[in-house]
């Protein structure tokens, strides 16, 4: 990385805040999953810790070390790290960040003995079943011993919960799931903002587990910006978002107008399979998949597998609402139909 990619990947948003980049761009991620250095002077808050990528760790250390001329050299560089949610690219690089700031604080041979910093995360349902895509156990277990201050309780996180607010930074912890179960935001007072992670992203719309709680999750966090004068978002992903309020909004009316395209096509006939069929007046029900293939008719049929998962999510909302009834079939062939 020359100079100026390295330049580009260090932001300071504020006096209070720093971005930076992951060094994981791609098309889910964006420019990369966004961490932040959190405080005026040492000890920092750091939010999230990308996804281990070699190239975030200097960065993280230039960061870093640019505080030194303004701070105590005794104290440590990072007291505490907020974890957002499970997902990879935001915990995967724990244990080199934890190896850097153990690395820094010995070069400048402090004489006070290395105090690890604190770990930060909303728990996890304990009957949520791990997947292949959870990483997060295999994570901690590669964390190496004494690198991190255990919780009062011996655990490697110290559980967070909605409305609280930690005593470092004075950040406030809101509980947002919909993207993933442990999801949270983080209100930063000073900045008159809201840390999203990946339920707003800077740029496009995210992806969730459940709809009804992601929409519920978007109304709080409005609700809050509005309250609280948090109109600035520091998304997961993306630029900074200076109107929050209006574009939290316009992820509600989006989702909702995509629930009312969805209803308005299950109330009219369902397809038919051929010219015949039609004679026969034979029909079959709408499935998942022809309610993609209609709602995406102008787009590549590469983007159709996708977005049936959020089409999917959609008909979930619905049937827990009542409003549409589930026939039968398996993933994008379940079929479905209108509940008068």
Not at 48 to 57: I, L, N, R, S, V
């Amino acid at each position: 990385m020359d100079k100026l990619e390295a330049l580009a990947s260090i932001t300071r948003l504020s006096e209070n805040v720093v971005r930076v980049l992951g060094q994981n761009p791609g098309k889910f991620t964006l420019q990369g999953t966004n961490t932040y250095i959190i405080g005026k002077q040492r000890p920092f808050t750091l939010i999230d810790t990308g996804e281990g990528k070699e190239e975030y760790t200097p960065l993280l250390e230039s960061a870093l070390r640019d505080a030194w001329v303004s701070s105590d050299s005794s104290d440590m560089d990072v007291s505490d790290i907020v974890i957002s949610h499970w997902h990879h690219d935001h915990v995967g690089g724990l244990p080199s960040v934890l190896a850097l700031l153990r690395r820094l604080w010995d070069e400048r041979k402090a004489a006070a003995p290395f105090k690890p910093p604190r770990l930060h995360k909303f728990p996890l349902p304990s009957a949520m079943p791990l997947n292949t895509h959870n990483t997060l156990p295999s994570v901690l277990a590669s964390l190496a011993a004494g690198s991190y201050t255990p919780s009062p309780s011996g655990g490697v996180f110290h559980d967070l919960h909605d409305a609280q607010i930690l005593s470092e930074s004075k950040l406030r912890i809101l509980h947002t799931p919909g993207h993933t179960v442990d999801s949270i935001c983080l209100h930063v007072p000073q900045d008159g903002a809201l840390y999203t992670a990946d339920t707003v992203l800077g740029q496009g719309t995210a992806v969730f587990e459940d709809l009804s709680v992601y929409i519920a999750s978007l109304r709080k966090m409005g609700a809050f910006a509005s309250e609280n004068g948090a109109g600035t978002l520091y998304p997961g992903h993306g630029p900074v978002v200076k109107d929050g309020e209006q574009v939290i909004e316009t992820y509600i009316k989006h989702r909702m107008e995509r629930e009312a395209q969805i209803v308005g096509i299950l109330k009219t006939p369902p397809p038919v399979a051929s010219a015949a069929a039609v004679e026969n007046g034979d029909t079959h029900p709408w499935t998942t998949w022809t309610l993609v293939a209609t709602i995406y008719a102008a787009y590549p049929e590469s983007l159709w597998l996708p977005a049936a998962r959020g089409v999917d999510l959609h008909l979930r909302k619905l049937e827990a609402d009542g409003v549409v009834k589930r026939l039968g079939g398996e993933g994008k062939d379940t079929s479905w139909e209108f509940v008068v």
